[in-house]
């Protein structure tokens, strides 16, 4: 049997139809800039993250960007986040020529750990990034309280996690603004390129929607430097499309996950925590095993997808090597980099599939 990570075409094959029509429409139209279908999404991504406003931009990483930019953070300024991320998060830091200043995570849910942060705080400190990684958000209260003390900007990286909530809140409506991404592997994602930012405030909204184009006020009038953020309107069209199933998908990952866990208990693999406070909409499903590599291995060779979120944590990236930090800084992030590795979750799996996977995974630890 084969099982990929993620299978697509298995989501497109019920949804074809409708995606076809609504590219169509775009095409008919000629708005190939913009547009209602944009303007629509915008609407609806902010009312399902409990936001006032939403900015469509071209990726999860210009979301980032654009928020960071849209802050006023720049050169001398430092930003305080996780190592245990996808590269975008920190990436997008060093690209406003601000500092990245990692903390170590927690090691039960991989996000960051808010008992450590305020430690790292110093007169540059200008925001705090948490990643809600994998689908659950992090421990929002603490690091809320933080920002608050030491009067600091919260961007939550919640490309993972759209539609997930920590104590009843939604992903994106607790910092200063929240960025989601569309990227395919996503729940919600685009037929190619997209992301977007949602927050509740006025001013901050103002900024992201200037600085999404070229930062101009009124048009070829420049205050600030801006960039190219827009959000394509045929990625708002498949967007569109897709949303009303969004829910459904995040519970059938869910269901999975439980399924997992249930034939996992007992066993040696660490199945994913989740935060009570919390509800996960599962992006990734990582279990922790000891051997990672073996039981990798032996999995791609019975065809079953998996993949490794991440293998090398940000502080020991070659190109943050000038931020002077070494192995050992982050144990956790380093110990989590070495055991995780991700298995098939995506909502259309079968039980057939699901138990293939799971005997593959307890084989290989025999
Ligand atoms: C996917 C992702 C991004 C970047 O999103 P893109 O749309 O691929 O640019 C940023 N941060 C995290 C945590 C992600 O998983």
Redesign the pocket.
């Given at each position: 049997m084969q099982v990929p990570l993620l299978d697509l075409k298995a989501q497109y094959t019920r949804i074809k139809k409708d995606v076809l029509a609504a590219i169509g429409e775009v095409l008919d139209s000629q708005m190939c800039i913009g547009g209602p279908m944009v303007k629509e999404l915008e609407e609806k991504v902010a009312a399902i993250s409990n936001c006032k406003h939403a900015v469509g931009v071209s990726?999860?990483?210009?979301?980032?960007l654009n928020s960071l930019m849209s802050l006023g953070i720049g050169s001398g300024d430092e930003v305080i986040t996780t190592p245990f991320?996808?590269?975008?998060?920190t990436g997008c830091i060093a690209r406003v020529c601000a500092k990245p200043v990692f903390v170590d995570i927690d090691p039960k849910t991989y996000n960051i750990n808010p008992e450590l942060i305020e430690q790292a705080i110093t007169e540059k400190t200008k925001a705090i990034m948490p990643?809600?990684?994998y689908g659950q958000m992090a421990d929002m209260d603490p690091i809320m309280e933080i920002a608050a003390k030491h009067n600091l900007y919260v961007i939550e990286?919640a490309?993972?996690s759209i539609s997930s909530t920590y104590k009843g809140k939604k992903a994106g409506s607790v910092g200063s603004c929240g960025?989601f991404?569309?990227?395919p592997?996503?729940n919600l994602g685009g037929i190619g390129?997209?992301?977007m930012i949602v927050t509740n405030d006025d001013k901050i909204y103002h900024m992201l929607f200037i600085m999404r184009n070229h930062g101009s006020e009124p048009k070829y009038y420049h205050k600030f430097v801006g960039g190219n953020f827009r959000l394509d309107p045929i990625q708002a069209a498949a967007l569109l499309v897709k949303l009303p199933y969004l829910e459904d998908w995040s519970q059938g990952r869910r269901d999975n996950a439980e399924y997992y866990n249930k034939k996992f208990s007992g066993t040696s693999v660490g199945i994913p925590y989740i935060d009570p406070n919390c509800v996960t909409i599962y992006?990734q499903y990582v279990i922790r095993v000891p051997k990672r590599d073996e039981v990798f291995k032996k999995l791609k060779e019975q065809d079953i997808g998996c993949e490794i979120y991440y293998p090398v944590p940000m502080h020991l990236q070659e190109c943050f090597s000038y931020l002077g930090y070494k192995e050992g800084d982050f144990p956790e992030a380093e110990r989590a980099a070495n055991e995780v590795m991700a298995l098939p979750i995506y909502p259309e799996l079968t039980d057939k599939m699901k138990d293939y996977v799971i005997e593959a995974v307890l084989e290989s630890l025999k």
């Open positions: 990726s999860g990483t210009d979301a980032i991320t996808f590269f975008a998060t990643v809600h990684l990286d490309a993972q960025c991404s569309f990227f592997s996503k390129d997209g992301g992006n």
